[in-house]
């Protein structure tokens, strides 16, 4: 995830960890279910105190772009990313069938890249 902190910037830090989370989900960059790092391993990947990236999270979270899963963690909902959420619903229940037939995941997309080109 590339984010960056300007710290001559006037944004606070985690104004600047909230609008670049916001800007790759909106861009695509973070789909849908994208999982985000725990809070600490960001605050340490950036230097910043856990306290900073947890408001970003809590802010993103308040915000309905990302949706804290407990011991999951922290992913980016469909709103973020302005995928329906029936969409992020199927592709859901596609990846849970088709780990569950055992198939591997270059595969998987394969055949759904087969099917949306019919």
């Known amino acids: 995830m590339d984010i960056r902190i300007d710290p ?3 944004v606070p830090p985690y104004d600047q960890v909230r609008q670049r989370i ?3 989900a909106a861009d695509g960059t973070l789909p849908a279910g994208t ?3 725990p809070v600490r391993t960001l605050a340490t990947t950036l ?3 856990v306290n900073t990236v947890a408001r970003a999270y809590r802010e993103l979270e308040s915000a309905g772009l ?3 899963r407990g011991r999951l963690g922290t992913v980016i909902t469909s709103r973020a990313t302005g995928t329906s959420v029936q969409a992020q619903h ?4 596609y ?3 088709t780990r569950a037939l055992g198939i591997p995941p270059d595969q998987a997309l394969a055949l759904v890249r087969a099917a949306l080109s019919l």
Do not use: R
């Open 8 to 10: 001559a910037s006037p």
């Open 22 to 24: 916001a800007a790759l």
């Open 35 to 37: 999982k985000l790092p």
């Open 47 to 49: 230097n910043l105190a």
């Open 66 to 68: 990302v949706e804290t």
């Open 90 to 93: 199927a592709a859901e229940s």
């Open 95 to 97: 990846a849970a069938t």
